[in-house]
C-alpha cells in the first residue's frame, strides 16, 4: 500500500473538514475532497473510490450531528434507504464495469435542473408531488440519485435534496439529515464494493476520513441556526456555479 507524506495528510485532513462540512450543508462534498485527492498525484478513478469510501464518515458525522432532525423520520429512512442501498451498490458496479465519463454530458443537467428546483420550488410541481410521497415516487428518485452516488456522486446531494424538498412538507434542516444519512447508506454499499475490487488508496482514506467526519458533524448545527431561505438560495446557486463548470468540462 502506497504511502502518503506527511503534508498529503495535512492536506487531506484539512480538506476533509471542509468537504465534510459543505456536504452536510449543501451536498457538495466532492467539490473539494476530489480534486484534493487528485492534487497527490491519484488517478482519476483511484481518487473517485477513494473519495466515496472516506465520504462514508461525512454520512457518520451527519448523522451523530442531526439527531433532533432525524427525530420522528424513521419510516422514511427506512424506506429510502433500501432504495439507497440498492442504487449504491448499481452505481458501484456501472463504475467498475463502464469508461469512467459515462455520465459525464448528463450530469449538469441533472445539478442544474435540481438546483433550480431548489431555488424556486415550483408550487404546482411540488403540490403534485407531495401527494405521492408514501408512494413510489420518492423511493424511485431516491434509486436513480443513488446510482449516481456510487458512480461518482458530485453534487449527488443537491439532487436528492431537491427531491427530498420537493416531495416532503419536511423543513429544510429535516430534509437535510435525511439527505445525509440518505447518501450515507449509498456510500456505505459503493464503498464495500470498492474496497474488495476497486483501486482504493487506503492510506490516503484515513487523513480525509477523519476531516469528513468532524466537517460533517458541524455541518448540521450550521443548518440548524441559520436562516432556511438564504440556506436554500446558497445551496442552490452553489449547485447552478457547479454544474456550469461541469458542462465547460463536459461540452468544450
Not at 441533472?110 to 407531495?130: E, F, H, N, T, Y
Request: glycine share 14%; aromatic share 6%; with cysteine.
Amino acid at each position: 500500500m502506497a504511502e502518503v507524506s506527511i503534508p498529503e495528510v495535512v492536506l487531506l485532513s484539512v480538506a476533509g473538514v471542509g468537504a465534510g462540512l459543505i456536504g452536510s450543508v449543501a451536498g457538495l462534498a466532492s467539490l473539494i475532497s476530489y480534486p484534493a485527492l487528485l492534487g497527490i498525484g491519484l488517478p482519476p478513478v483511484t481518487a473517485n473510490v477513494t473519495n466515496t469510501v472516506a465520504l462514508v464518515f461525512s454520512g457518520v458525522g451527519s448523522a451523530l450531528g442531526s439527531r433532533v432532525e432525524l427525530t420522528g423520520q424513521a419510516t422514511r429512512l427506512r424506506r429510502l434507504g433500501v432504495a439507497a442501498l440498492l442504487g449504491g451498490a448499481l452505481g458501484a458496479g456501472l463504475l467498475l464495469h463502464t469508461p469512467p465519463g459515462a455520465f459525464a454530458l448528463a450530469v449538469p443537467w441533472l445539478i442544474g435542473v435540481a438546483s433550480v428546483l431548489i431555488l424556486v420550488q415550483p408550487q404546482r410541481l411540488v403540490r403534485r408531488l407531495r401527494t405521492a410521497e408514501a408512494g413510489a415516487v420518492p423511493t424511485a428518485a431516491t434509486f436513480l440519485v443513488a446510482i449516481y452516488v456510487g458512480y461518482f456522486g458530485a453534487a449527488a446531494g443537491v439532487l436528492l435534496l431537491a427531491v427530498l424538498l420537493a416531495v416532503t412538507s419536511e423543513t429544510l434542516a429535516r430534509s437535510n439529515a435525511l439527505k445525509n444519512v440518505t447518501m450515507c447508506l449509498a456510500n456505505a454499499v459503493a464503498a464495500v464494493a470498492f474496497g474488495f475490487f476497486g483501486s482504493v488508496r487506503w492510506a490516503a482514506v484515513l487523513p480525509l476520513a477523519l476531516g469528513f467526519l468532524l466537517g460533517g458533524w458541524l455541518g448540521p448545527l450550521v443548518v440548524r441556526h441559520a436562516p432556511a431561505r438564504a440556506m436554500r438560495v446558497a445551496i442552490g446557486l452553489a449547485g447552478l456555479g457547479l454544474a456550469g463548470y461541469l458542462g465547460v468540462k463536459a461540452y468544450r
